[in-house]
């Protein structure tokens, strides 16, 4: 029997799941099983579960529908257990180092009770650590394990179950169990609190619980806080059936009054007049019910409060407790209207968004306007195919106008036409993020398509890094932005997870591949040979595509390599293809070169995917091509000189030199000698290639485009959109192939 089972329900929040689940498995004291609670056994969070449990035989894995909650999943952990005590962790926390082994020494110290509390801090999501939380519990607290009447802070509704252990044999016995609903803690805790003869406390933080940027659930807007007056009225029930003392019945009613009035005081939790009506009236209706025989009031503006809910007078109470509110809210409205006087006069953008929103009307935009590209391009042609009732515009800027095909409605960033259908469209498509000045409407749906498997730092975890941080801008203003998105697409595990963290918000992932990379699995060798033929590649020569990153401790571009002397190298069965990076002029001061034929410059072709096509073979360093290209099955060469400058100033996500795709060269020498002596194209490169496509071109099978039209533009459930194929069956598009690759 382990000394300690840990219950982790793993419904949702895969980007922090596997520091939960390591935090549990890393610590020094080992005798402990550890419980996962997953929902669907196909779904992400399920799979990262099963990866841990493959390699740890302490993970039990046990399956609770979605439906059941927090509470079912929890139940489904319990029935299940065999440890001594029980421990709950959230699966976005986790567990402090060596938490488990202090518990395991206070546990013996005070010989086993029934119900242990500890401390636990709060993290902030962005701001770090709060430091302790239930100082309260502490002060005047006896020594040893001691009966809940002997603490005058117990029961407190506050603590959370995941801040306690539980002998399981009293669990048991009580028939314990968490009630379904969004409040469970709430009964969980004054049943057990009251139910445990012997209680004791340790005065240490054993978990670091996450406090998400989207807020608790427990206090979004909705009719769920109906629920929390339901788990008053049991709760009083239960602590009747408990304990005889009125003592306790009087400091756990207090205690739920205070519950109550903080979703009253709170009209914004509820979503209509009526349902706040409603609540007040059945809150009114508890109160008498359940106040014990001589309790009195608190004294102050909470004793008036309680007075006002007694007597059923809910006009008064919102006049009390929305006086402040009022003020503020003037002063912020006079703050705003002074804002808006001083803005320009006839801006047009105000005056379309008072038009109603066209349900039909649908806005793709890629890499600021420069052209049709990326993800956005790919679902506004399956759009254009399967829905055919959308009408659909590409934005673009007035000097890329020329970069969209003759049949592609195009409207040009900063025109009237442009605010017009920004103010009014149902859906908008971006690579990248819209303007400050756009805003989002409700009922309106934006579908962030991202750009590239994430190897850097992104979003938020660039804080670390300034020359990134400043270069991606202000941190607020990125989280408005994020606040815009309703769907994030993804193309493997790898980056659902990052984009979790990255990009923390109440988004939708869609799992679903990159749209672009379809063409790699859609495209013929006709196709190949005619994309070949448009960008100037002879027929008889191998095409090796170079596609170095960005630097962000560099201003301009200076490829890294030695391009005049790599063409030399290969010889005239080579000729080279120079994409630059976005943000950089291509192949300037290699106009040599170009006349050579030796190097064609393709920085500016509008699709990467034909760039790919065409290439036999990719070096690179750092970029994000490497995982859309690996999609080909093609050799990839990493070029890596400068690896320890770049994850040093950028910040990575994993160890790229560890993991790679293909050879590794440190030195422009070394990679010389990759192509000469055939590694590049050897049974080790296919190896490692094998290894990286398995892990990032998971979801990526030709039909991500149609999964993201079916699931954004069609409405259809996730669970109705065509299953991923698995890789064993996918072919990607054949190369032009004149020397063995494998």
């Known amino acids: 029997m382990p000394r300690f089972s840990v219950v982790v329900p793993a419904h949702d929040g895969p980007g922090r799941l596997p520091e939960c689940l390591e935090s549990v498995l890393g610590q020094a004291f080992t005798d402990v099983e550890l419980i996962a609670v997953v929902g669907a056994p196909e779904g992400l969070c399920a799979s990262i579960v099963g990866a841990h449990a493959d390699r740890d035989p302490r993970i039990k894995v046990v399956h609770s529908e979605p439906d059941q909650g927090l509470s079912g999943a929890r139940n489904a952990g319990i029935a ?11 699966g976005d926390d986790t567990l402090a180092p060596r938490a488990l082994g202090v518990l395991d020494a206070r546990l013996t110290e005070c010989e086993e009770p029934d119900l242990l509390f500890f401390d636990h801090e709060r993290v902030h999501w962005f701001d770090g650590g709060t430091g302790p939380t239930l100082g309260r519990l502490w002060a005047d607290a006896p020594t040893g394990a001691f009966a809940v009447e002997q603490h005058p802070a117990l029961p407190d509704v506050w603590v959370p179950a995941w801040s306690a252990a539980y002998r399981r044999e009293f669990v048991t016995r009580r028939e314990l169990a968490f009630v379904p609903g969004m409040f469970t803690d709430t009964v969980w805790n004054v049943m057990t609190t009251l139910g445990a003869e012997r209680i004791a406390l340790l005065d240490r933080i054993c978990v670091r619980h996450l406090l998400r940027r989207q807020g608790s659930r427990n206090h979004l807007p909705g009719l769920h806080h109906m629920d929390l007056l339901d788990q008053v009225d049991l709760v009083m029930r239960r602590a009747a059936e408990l304990t005889p003392d009125p003592v306790l019945h009087d400091r756990v009613f207090h205690q739920m009054v205070g519950k109550v009035l903080k979703t009253a005081a709170t009209p914004g939790r509820l979503p209509t007049t009526a349902a706040r009506r409603q609540y007040f009236r059945r809150a009114n209706q508890l109160y008498r019910q359940h106040r014990p025989a001589g309790s009195r009031r608190p004294g102050g503006s909470v004793g008036l409060q309680h007075a006002l809910l007694a ?28 804002r808006r006087l001083s803005r320009r006069v006839g801006n047009p953008y105000r005056a379309f968004l008072r038009r109603p929103i066209d349900e039909n009307l649908a806005v793709f ?10 993800n956005p391009a790919a679902i506004h042609a399956a759009a254009r195919r399967l829905a055919p009732h959308i009408k659909a515009v590409f934005l673009v800027t007035k000097g890329h106008t020329g970069n969209l095909p003759d049949d592609v409605e195009r409207v040009v960033i900063g025109s009237a036409r442009y605010w017009e259908v920004m103010a009014t469209a149902k859906y908008t498509f971006n690579n990248v993020n819209f303007e400050m000045a756009v805003k989002k409407r409700p009922g ?31 941190l607020g203003k990125l989280l408005q932005r994020v606040d815009r998105w309703d769907f994030n697409v993804s193309s493997n595990r790898h980056s659902t997870e990052v984009w979790e963290r990255a990009y923390p918000g109440a988004y939708e992932s869609l799992d679903v591949g990159y749209p672009r990379n379809d063409a790699f699995y859609t ?29 962000d401790y560099r201003a301009d571009f200076l490829p890294q390599l030695d391009l005049a002397a790599f063409c030399r190298a290969l010889g005239d069965g080579f000729v080279v293809l120079l994409r630059a990076h976005h943000s950089y002029v291509g192949a300037a001061g290699l106009e040599g070169m170009l006349r050579s034929g030796a190097l064609i410059d393709v920085t500016d072709h509008r699709s990467s995917e034909e760039v790919c096509l065409a290439a036999d073979a990719l070096v690179t360093d750092y ?31 994993f160890d790229l030199l560890a993991s790679p795709p293909g050879p590794v060269a440190r030195t422009q020498d070394e990679l010389t000698r990759i192509f000469r002596e055939g590694a590049w194209h050897g049974e080790a490169s296919a190896s490692l ?44 598009a054949p190369a032009a192939r004149h020397v063995p690759l494998h």
């Open 365 to 374: 935009s890629a890499y600021w306007g420069r052209g049709y590209a990326c």
């Open 444 to 474: 309106t749906v934006h579908v962030q398509t991202q750009h590239g498997t994430p190897l850097k730092c992104m979003g938020v975890d660039l804080v670390e890094y300034p020359a990134a941080a400043a270069a991606a801008g202000p």
């Open 623 to 653: 970029s994000s091509i490497m995982f859309d290209y690996a999609n080909l099955d093609r050799p990839i060469v990493v070029y890596a000189d400068d690896w320890d400058i770049y994850r040093e100033t950028r910040g990575v996500y």
């Open 689 to 732: 290639r094998a290894a990286f496509r398995r892990r990032f071109c998971e979801f990526d099978d030709g039909l991500a485009a149609e999964r993201v039209v079916r699931r954004v533009l069609l409405d259809e459930p996730a669970t109705a959109l065509p299953p991923v194929v698995p890789p064993g069956e996918r072919v990607p």
């Open 523 to 551: 495209s013929t060798a006709d196709d190949v040979a005619e994309i070949r033929r448009r960008l100037g590649v002879p027929e008889n020569r191998v095409a090796v595509l170079y596609a170095p990153t960005h630097r």
């Open 80 to 90: 299940v257990a065999e440890g001594e005590f029980l421990l709950f962790l959230d």
């Open 311 to 338: 007597s059923g007078s809910r006009a008064a109470f919102g006049a009390l407790r929305g006086t402040k509110r009022r003020l503020g809210t003037a002063a912020r409205f006079g703050r705003r209207w002074a």
